[in-house]
């Protein structure tokens, strides 16, 4: 499954790469660590996409080279509000798993547990 199938749709996109992360906000939001191609690795949520950003990128298991390829973009959406941001990240991950019956490569966990 690629990001461009998600619903709502990916609001920003940037290369997940250390030269990128002061374009990315230090705001709440969802997001999704995808390959190249744009196929999804992980969809997470946190309350500061910068910080968060940074902590994937010092993590050995969000770099390293898996079977879909390695991580490239780091994409993302704005919420205001915890509601909100649960809401989004369990639909994205929910839709993901009814459309290819397991979780991203790189998540462990399910959504809201």
Same mark, same amino acid.
């Given at each position: 499954m690629i990001i461009n199938d998600l619903n709502p749709r990916i609001e920003e996109t940037e290369e997940f790469d250390y030269s990128k992360y002061k374009r990315i906000p230090q705001k709440p939001g969802c997001y999704v660590i995808s390959n190249f191609e744009q196929v999804i690795l992980y969809i997470g949520k946190t309350i500061n996409l910068q910080n968060r950003f940074l902590q994937h990128l010092d993590s050995? @298991? #969000? &770099? #390293? %080279? &898996? /079977? %879909?390829? #390695?991580?490239?973009? +780091?994409?993302?959406?704005?919420?205001?509000? @915890? +509601?909100? /941001?649960s809401k989004l990240e369990r639909g994205w991950v929910n839709h993901f798993e009814l459309h290819n019956g397991e979780l991203p490569i790189l998540n462990k966990i399910h959504a809201g547990l």
């Amino acid at each position: 499954m690629i990001i461009n199938d998600l619903n709502p749709r990916i609001e920003e996109t940037e290369e997940f790469d250390y030269s990128k992360y002061k374009r990315i906000p230090q705001k709440p939001g969802c997001y999704v660590i995808s390959n190249f191609e744009q196929v999804i690795l992980y969809i997470g949520k946190t309350i500061n996409l910068q910080n968060r950003f940074l902590q994937h990128l010092d993590s050995p @298991e #969000k &770099t #390293k %080279l &898996t /079977i %879909l390829g #390695k991580a490239y973009w +780091f994409s993302y959406s704005l919420r205001n509000d @915890e +509601f909100g /941001i649960s809401k989004l990240e369990r639909g994205w991950v929910n839709h993901f798993e009814l459309h290819n019956g397991e979780l991203p490569i790189l998540n462990k966990i399910h959504a809201g547990l």
